[in-house]
């Protein structure tokens, strides 16, 4: 996430003059830390904190609402975010399965919690998670809608998990990756099957992807900012280190 935060959503965010922020799934709040620098009003937090209690981290923050909840609960009823919402931008970064992202932007599209012309950013639609679920909390998810899962690793080019140790053998990966209802990228597309005239979405695949989906209003500035992103992450790792070591050269030169 970090990569597209500095890149991408926190300019996005300062040139957009933008106030209000909702966060599903912070962690230790490394994307909130970076985004409370710009001057935002309002900023909420929605997340279970098994990783760090960020109620307290924010404490002296008056802009911040910490909701300890799951998303789901958070937004239905969305009373809770009312003080707050509809918002300039919502993060989804929470629980990456299908049955979550796709309700979770549902509820959002019902419930009105994003202004028109504002943004939903959501990590992580490209490999590991964009076509496999994975649960942090299985027991919070249908029957019906779980994938059968285990703590095995991620192998990739291979739909079967690996062994035991290995990439985010720590989590609860789906067992075979694809097919209906599995993975983040898939409840992106479902919940545009049935919204497609209402969003635009601009899918960037770098690293471990950013969804970007966009509510459609007159007049809303709409693709400029993703052009910049779409061409880096078209660009090979070897020109834009090239690049940037030219960059530099540059800046020594005019230094001297
Ligand atoms: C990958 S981390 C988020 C990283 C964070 N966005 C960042 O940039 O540092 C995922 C977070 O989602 C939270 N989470 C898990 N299930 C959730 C749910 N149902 N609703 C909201 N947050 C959830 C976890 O507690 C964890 O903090």
């Known amino acids: 996430m970090e990569r597209f935060v500095y890149r991408f959503i926190a ?15 912070a962690s230790h709040g490394e994307t909130t830390d970076e985004l409370l620098k710009l001057p935002l009003a309002a900023y909420t937090i929605i997340d279970p904190c098994f990783d760090e209690d960020l109620a307290e981290k924010y404490r002296a923050d008056r802009r911040v609402t910490v909701l300890r909840m799951n998303s789901l609960d958070a937004l239905t009823p ?3 975010l009312r003080p707050a919402a509809p918002f300039d931008c919502l993060l989804i970064d929470g629980d990456h399965n299908w049955y979550t992202v796709f309700n979770e932007l549902r509820l959002i599209h019902e419930h009105g919690l994003l202004r028109p012309g504002g943004f939903i950013f959501l990590h992580d639609v490209s490999w590991p998670y964009g076509r496999r679920d994975m649960y942090y909390q299985p ?17 990739e080019g291979q739909s079967q998990l690996g062994e035991a140790n290995g990439n985010n053998s720590h989590l609860a990966n789906a067992v075979e990756e694809g097919g209906p209802r599995n993975g983040v990228l898939t409840a992106v597309e479902d919940f545009l099957a ?25 007049g809303a500035r709409a693709l400029w900012p993703f052009l910049s992103l779409r061409i880096e992450a ?12 030219v960059k530099q050269g540059l ?3 005019a230094a001297r």
């Open 11 to 25: 300019p996005t965010l300062r040139r957009s003059g933008w106030k209000s922020v909702c966060e599903i799934g």
């Open 78 to 80: 969305p009373e809770l």
């Open 139 to 155: 027991d919070t998810v249908p029957a019906e809608f779980r994938h059968p899962h285990a703590r095995r690793a991620i192998v």
């Open 194 to 218: 049935l919204h497609a005239k209402d969003y635009r979405f601009f899918p960037v695949k770098m690293e471990f992807g950013l969804g970007v989906l966009q509510l459609r209003a007159p």
């Open 234 to 245: 078209r660009t090979p790792e070897w020109v834009r280190k090239l690049g940037s070591l």
């Open 251 to 253: 800046k020594k030169l």
